[in-house]
């Protein structure tokens, strides 16, 4: 089983601040993903990283895959209230036959105070 | 419309009910896959369709039985459930099976057993 393992479990920050979470796993992925996820409602695709280096910026988020393809993080330039919110790393398995599944890690809580 | 739009929002049913939730898509998608998601947990795979067919079951009780009537259409029909299936039930759905790091993920459906 490949696991995805999520950090920190919970944070709060106040608005403006940077901060970094990370995604990481001993598993190889073909590609991760991560999701935000509000209350009551489904997750909302933010972006899929798939070459091993790779770094992609949706405003101020910026993502990284690993050099490996284990691990990602994310990064938030001056946190706004509305980035509150659950974000969710998800790894597509490299191996044949499971590339249908989605290994989603427990989730990052993200409380950006105003 | 890039929407799977998910029916109903909230329902609560008692033990002995025989009820069912519906997703719809059309995005010409030919993968659909319904989760399960308890609070503060990450979404765990239930079903996975692919080209109305039942590709992946992951070993879930058979009082949740799935549908895919049609390539726009999946149901989840649900009987004699327990308190503890209530939960966030979410449907997706991508191009192809291959592809489900790119699934677009309907609101929920918030199930409440009584």
Redesign the interface.
Known sequence: TQLLEQSPQFLSIQEGENLTVYCNSSSVFS?L?W?RQEP??????LV?VVTGGEVKKLKRLTFQFGDARKDSSLHITAAQPGDTG?Y?C?G?STSTGA????T????I?LSVRP | DTEVTQTPKHLVMGMTNKKSLKCEQHMGHRAMYWYKQKAKKPPELMFVYSYEKLSINESVPSRFSPECPNSSLLNLHLHALQPEDSALYLCASSQELGQAFLAFFGQGTRLTVV
């Open positions: 590609s993903q999701y009551g409602e489904g997750p909302v695709l899929t659950l969710l998800a597509l590339n249908s599944k989605l989603f890690g427990k989730g809580t």
